[in-house]
């Protein structure tokens, strides 16, 4: 395939564009993002307005306050640590394609061809899980609205539906606006914390004792008989609780995905990457802590399933339970639509560089710079992956809604796991970028890629005891489909490597010359 040159004297190309043509790409997308905007797209992603609500539950039923209280700072320090050796990566190689890019250059097309199927399908699934918790706490404002509202399952699945709908018109429509969009989704999940913060300390009449929150053990999943002192707690069940941790703070890897389009990107998405897991971290510490405080009506939250909703609505007044709500459910809408965002971007330059089935199609963009195609495409994906959620569970929790966090889990981790190791293996022959960890980069890389494996290890395990199968009383409903969904992918993919994909996926392709070197002289010793 002819490649297109670079600019001419006569046509200038800024540091960015430049960089950009250096590692094979001319300028497609529309570069107008500020560093700013660059965090707040992970920062939107990782939503403490999001994942705080909506995986609550997992973490109550299994550990309890410990797996909040002191779990969240455990798993975020590990999670920094992986954010620290991706800001190293993305400040060498600013790219869309981000994580699979840098596989395939560190490494062989193999791992970038694994790298970037596991990205994409972790990418689709936060997407998925982001969109449907809006879609149960929309489905729970409207009841709290509206008494002919039932709230019922299918009710939330067409509010799904149309809240990815409107996602993926946001996205093709907003073109000139969705920078600024994002901008307005970090204030709102400031404000909008720190509100709900507010709300639990100063509205409900008592609060749980520090020694509740600090030292209390919860074994709600079924597991070990509801011992909270055995190894199956401390070893299985607790570490499920870790979920909450691990699933609300990812998708921070969008910084990568919208570089093509962010200024002086190998310093601001460096910087936005590892800022965007800090300060989520730090923020949604405080606001779960504002939880376990004001959950006084423990048999009223395990009535529940350990949801969220059931503290705010026994702790506090009919009005301020609506407006808390109301603050996450808007919250959770603009996380949606950057994971959307990211997934649109992830989607366009795999397919760019041929990797995915229609290529032509997705790799498309529109006279305003936007992927259309890949947008529709990637939300299409979302909607199929969630149909198991249209059926009940006999375990009263939503184990579909678990399934596709898992799966968004263990696809987005797995695809960071393959460069971080693949930066270890390279040593000194690596090239860093203006950001970079110095010598540091062996020890958090190690650390990285352990903490990887082992939640890799988890989250692919029963949730309930339903869902193992010979075991008494088991339902495919209460099934974790996440090692069947991310197995069934990794083995299709790998099939077709070795069918086919081998003989003739190079891994990224060219699409301009690299520029000539700077003929300007550097002042040095003579």
């Known amino acids: 395939m002819a490649t297109t040159p670079v600019p ?15 590692l094979g790409y001319k300028q497609e997308l529309r570069r107008k993002w500020s560093g700013f905007s660059n965090f707040a797209i992970s920062f939107s992603i ?15 039923n299994n550990g309890g306050p410990v797996a909040i209280s002191w779990g969240w700072p455990l798993i975020s320090l590990f999670i920094l640590i992986i954010g620290f050796c991706m800001a190293e990566l993305v400040s060498a190689y600013p790219t869309a394609g981000g994580i699979y890019w840098w596989a395939a250059t560190m490494g062989r097309p193999v791992h970038g061809w694994f790298t970037g199927w596991l990205n994409l399908i972790g990418l689709v699934a936060v997407t998925a899980s982001v969109d449907y918790g809006c879609a149960t706490f929309l489905n729970l404002t409207l009841s709290a609205l509206f008494d002919g509202w039932a709230g019922t399952l299918r009710q939330a699945f067409v509010l799904f539906v149309i809240i990815l709908a409107l996602h993926g018109l946001i996205n093709i429509f907003g073109h000139r606006i969705i920078d600024v969009l994002q901008n307005v989704s970090v204030w709102w999940h400031v404000a909008g914390a720190a509100a709900v913060v507010a709300i639990l300390v100063l509205v409900p009449d008592n609060h749980q004792s520090f020694q509740f929150v600090f030292t ?18 401390w070893f299985y069940v607790l570490p499920l609780g870790f979920l909450l941790t691990q699933y609300t703070i990812t998708g921070f890897d969008a910084c990568a995905h919208v570089s093509e389009e962010t200024r002086g990107a190998s310093q601001a998405a460096a910087r936005g990457l590892w800022q965007s897991i800090f300060y989520s971290a730090v923020g949604g510490w405080i606001l779960l802590l504002a939880f376990l405080f004001a959950a006084t009506d423990v048999e009223a939250v395990n009535a529940a399933g350990g949801f969220s909703g059931a503290i705010f609505e026994s702790a506090l007044t009919p009005v301020f339970f609506k407006i808390v709500i109301i603050i996450s459910t808007i919250g959770q809408f603009f996380c949606g639509m950057s994971c959307v965002t990211s997934m649109s971007r992830m989607a366009y330059a795999f397919s760019r560089d041929r990797a995915v089935p229609g290529w032509r199609l997705w790799s498309r963009v ?3 710079g936007t992927p259309v195609n890949a947008i529709i495409g990637a939300t299409v994906a979302g909607l199929v992956l969630t149909l198991p959620a249209l059926y009940e569970s006999s375990a009263g929790i939503p184990i579909a809604f678990y399934a596709v966090v898992s799966v968004a889990v263990l696809g987005l981790y797995l695809s960071f796991l393959i460069p971080i190791a693949l930066r270890l293996r390279m040593g000194d022959r690596f090239v860093p970028g203006p950001w970079t960890l110095g010598r540091k980069y062996k020890l958090l890389g190690w650390i990285a890629v352990v903490e990887i494996v082992v939640i890799a290890v988890y989250f692919v395990l029963p949730i309930v005891p339903a869902g193992v199968p010979g075991n008494d009383g088991f339902t495919w409903s209460a099934v974790n489909y996440a090692p069947l969904a991310v197995g069934g992918v990794l083995l299709v993919v790998a099939v077709w490597w070795y069918a086919s994909a081998r003989k003739w996926f190079a891994g990224p392709v060219r699409t301009v010359e690299a520029p000539a070197a700077d003929p300007t002289p550097v002042d040095g010793p003579a």
């Not at 990782?46 to 109550?60: R, V, Y």
């Open 216 to 233: 209390e053990r919860f074994n709600n999943s079924g597991f070990g008989d509801g011992n909270t002192g055995g190894l199956t707690f």
């Open 366 to 368: 529109d006279r305003n």
């Open 8 to 22: 001419t004297a006569e046509q200038p190309m800024d540091d960015d564009a430049r960089r950009l043509a250096e």
């Open 46 to 60: 990782i939503s403490i307005l999001a994942g705080c609500f909506t995986t609550f539950g997992q973490a109550w």
